[in-house]
């Protein structure tokens, strides 16, 4: 599976963003895809994944009530809607794939990662 990123940039605090990743390679789409993200000097931190349906979706406690996931009706592209977005929000983010529904917040689920994105907000 190949994941590619976009939609990074930079935003002032209260801002939005949208993050886009594309999976290819395989006839069906992952079971899961998520985001994950790593501010400098920290750990990679979950921040939400959503199954192939669409139907179930899941968030990283930060980011909850501000952030919104989605994937496409063809379950290849995932969507990271980014509201209210703070200066603790910044880091590179993300995008993977994993076979593990029950492992989704799971950074070491994760058998394909896509190339980080920046997202920078100043405050």
């Known amino acids: 599976v190949q994941l590619q990123a976009s939609g990074g940039g930079l935003v002032q605090t209260g801002g939005s963003l949208r993050l886009s990743c594309a999976a290819s390679?395989?006839?069906?789409?992952?079971?899961?895809l998520g985001w994950f993200r790593q501010a400098p000097g920290k750990e990679r931190e979950f921040v939400g994944a959503v199954t192939r349906s669409g139907r179930s979706t899941y968030y990283g406690d930060s980011v909850k009530g501000r952030f919104i996931i989605s994937r496409d009706i063809n379950g290849n592209t995932v969507y990271l809607q980014m509201n209210s977005l703070k200066p603790e929000d910044t880091a590179v983010y993300y995008c993977?794939?994993?076979?593990?529904?029950?492992?989704?917040?799971?950074?070491?689920?994760?058998?394909?990662w896509g190339q980080g994105t920046q997202v920078t907000v100043s405050s």
């Open positions: 390679g395989r006839p069906e789409s992952p079971r899961v």
């Open positions: 993977g794939a994993t076979s593990r529904y029950d492992l989704y917040d799971r950074l070491n689920a994760y058998e394909y």
